[in-house]
């Protein structure tokens, strides 16, 4: 009861509007000692932090992050647009398009929704508002294609699932990988079918000649070495997350600087950036694993395990009600803190459900072993919280999109993420009823 009651403390203090990181440590460290006493809560915060942030895994973090800062700062947003925008921008609803695929490219070197969404803005939403795209479609395309900068590895959020439930970092890129691509085409199939619908909401674009295609082509050159060099080499061995994430940043940052685009003040401020991104994640961390010491401590998890387990719902019906828990957790957070919540929670319920952490395939409901449901529980999770990135009233790409363009009101840009939406809920649909997309580069590689 004294869990329950610490959950409900929770969420109203999100409510409040207080910060996730403090609104954790001040439920975890109180519940804690209202359970075993302060002398227990004193002696975890003795070494807690050291435990918690002196992890190896950890430290691909930052430098992803770190990849990213210095990216979104050397022009190679720009240069994946135009070269997107040669290709489909002749077409009804193109320049759209090129959006959404400049995104994706951007979310290779990236790892993150929110300067995904922030750069591309910057460089799409002129276009964009030039060939005279409804203020809904051009927002809502920008805001939704954001949401593309985290299941196209590098992501940092799948770093942190992966952390959280042991599985291998590599492993979760390569499952990522058909599905990331798969909401590319999800969305572009989504402004064709919204601009034939209205087709005065995406004017086709200006045709380029083959020669501007060839430049602009070439000029993204150096992202797919970056992305082949990073991506590649975890794939195929060649090396682990932390020194593929270090040498993205040499190499991004060569690309800066052979561009001229990265000075001494753009480095500092890439890494002041990285460093308050950073401490962000880490604080919020500490106080998750403050938050489920606590719940461990009042049996909270094995509580809500035995009961889902006993409640004779379907599995699959057990495991839509936890994605569904997701997107509603979306509608009061950001998506690094649902993820750190609720997968600690939701997580011992999958497991207790098929069978346990050694069941064979042959014996789990869900036809997969614990490890496979591991990794396609990450995926369908990493979806989720895709959403929450576009859901009202936090939606935090939408709140990005709409402080770049005041003059659009942001119901207009909500309203303009909703057939994106759509698109993804349909995404989860597809991904529940064929898991071997999933699964199959993985299992390819592997093979």
Do not use: H
């Amino acid at each position: 009861m004294i869990g329950l009651a610490g959950l409900g403390v929770l969420v109203v203090l999100i409510g409040i509007r207080i910060p996730i990181a403090y609104a954790m440590i001040f439920v975890g460290g109180i519940g804690t000692a209202m359970l075993n006493g302060w002398p227990i809560v004193l002696n975890q915060l003795k070494d807690l932090a050291y435990a918690q942030f002196s992890t190896y895994d950890l430290s691909v973090v930052p430098l992803f992050i770190l990849m990213g800062a210095i990216a979104s700062r050397t022009g190679l947003s720009a240069d994946l647009f135009r070269a997107a925008n040669a290709w489909l921008g002749w077409m009804r609803g193109g320049v759209a398009m090129a959006a959404i695929a400049a995104c994706a490219g951007f979310g290779a070197v990236c790892g993150s929704s929110l300067a995904t969404a922030s750069t591309m803005g910057r460089v799409a939403l002129p276009e964009l508002r030039k060939y005279k795209y409804s203020n809904r479609l051009a927002t809502g395309t920008v805001a939704a294609a954001g949401v593309l900068g985290i299941p196209i590895p590098p992501s940092v959020v799948l770093i942190i699932y992966a952390i959280i439930v042991e599985a291998n970092v590599v492993t979760m890129f390569m499952a990522a990988l058909l599905p990331g691509l798969i909401a590319v085409a999800f969305f572009m199939l989504t402004i064709f079918a919204y601009t034939s619908l209205v087709p005065s909401a995406g004017p086709a674009g200006q045709r380029s000649t083959r020669d501007e295609r060839l430049v602009a082509t070439m000029n993204i050159f150096p992202v797919l070495v970056v992305f082949a060099a990073v991506i590649g080499g975890l794939y195929f061995g060649l090396f682990n997350p932390t020194p593929a994430a270090a040498a993205g940043v040499v190499m991004v940052a060569l690309i800066g600087l052979l561009r001229r685009k990265l000075t001494l003040a753009e480095t500092r401020d890439a890494l002041l950036e990285t460093a308050k991104t950073t401490g962000m994640i880490f604080l919020i961390l500490l106080g998750a694993e403050l938050l489920k010491i606590f719940m461990a401590r009042g049996g909270v998890p094995q509580a809500m395990a035995e009961m889902m387990a006993g409640s004779g719902l379907a599995p699959m019906t057990t495991l839509i009600l936890l994605l569904t828990a997701l997107i509603l957790l979306g509608c009061l957070m950001d998506s690094l803190s649902m993820i750190l919540l609720a997968i600690p929670f939701f997580w011992p319920v999958l497991v207790e459900i098929n069978g346990g952490d050694w069941v064979a395939a042959a014996d789990s409901p869900f036809g997969m072993t614990t490890e496979d449901l591991k990794i396609w529980f990450g995926i369908l999770a990493l979806i989720v919280v895709e959403l929450c990135l576009i859901t009202p009233p936090v939606g935090m790409n939408v709140f990005i999109i709409s402080a770049q363009t005041k003059d659009v009101p942001m119901r207009d840009t909500f309203l303009g993420v909703l057939p994106f939406f759509a698109a993804e809920l349909l995404r989860v649909i597809v991904l529940l009823a064929v898991p071997g997309l999933v699964f199959w580069l993985p299992r390819l590689i592997g093979s």
